[in-house]
Every structure is written in C-alpha cells, then in structure tokens.
C-alpha cells in the first residue's frame, strides 16, 4: 500500500514557476513507476510526465516538454514536478500518481496503468 501526498500548487501569473512535489508513505517508493496527471474543469485527466524507478527514463507530454521536468528522491520518497514559463492552458488540478508496471508500460498503458493515486493539488496560472 502507498499514500500519496502532492503539494506545491497555487496561483501564478503567466511565465511564472511552481514545483509540485509528492510525497509518498511506505517502504516501497523506490520500486513504482512514478507519473504526473493534470484535470482541468470540463475535461478528462491527462498524462503530464512519468519518471522509472530509478530515474533514468522519463517522457513528457508534448504540451510540458521543454517546460517541465519530473524528478524523484528516493531518499526523501519524494517527486518533483518542475514548472517553468507556465501558461494560463497549464491550470488544473495536478495529480502524482504510483505504478507497479515499468516505465514503458505505464507510459503506453495511461491511467490504467496507475495503482495509486493522490488527492490533487489546484494549479492556476493568470493571464
């Protein structure tokens, strides 16, 4: 079993930053795919960023990449998600989210894919 805890979110002005981080319970964090959801009102929840267990692999959204970086601390049992130049599309409400499945699959799977998922942190970026 792993909580998960996001933090980070708040309001910013267009061209600002913000890093989100997920804290994660338990013993296992090391060994779970790792990835970053985003839900704005009226919309499906979409992939944002997926890091592997070790932090070698990642992929990004075409919408993020360039912008964005996911990163994790093992010793903190902690990812990061990294925001940079965002814009007003970027508001929604984040969720981190834990796999069991490798970063490939978990990556091609979507959210299917996920075993473990946080409450969400809001993101608002102003024009």
């Known amino acids: 079993q792993v909580q998960l805890v996001e933090s980070g979110g708040g309001l910013v002005q267009a061209g600002g930053s913000l890093r989100l981080a997920c804290a994660a319970s338990?013993?296992?964090?090391?060994?779970?795919?790792m990835g970053w959801f985003r839900q704005a009102p009226g919309k499906e929840r979409e992939f944002v960023a997926v890091i592997s267990w070790s932090g070698g692999t990642t992929y990004y959204a075409g919408s993020v990449k360039g912008r964005f970086t996911i990163s994790r601390d093992h010793a903190k049992s902690t990812m990061y998600l990294q925001m940079n130049s965002l814009k007003p599309e970027d508001t929604a409400v984040y969720y981190c989210a834990a796999s069991k499945s490798s970063v490939v699959t978990a990556h091609t799977g979507g959210r299917g894919s996920y075993d473990y998922w946080g409450q969400g942190t809001q993101v608002t970026v102003s024009s």
């Open positions: 338990g013993r296992t964090f090391s060994t779970f795919t």
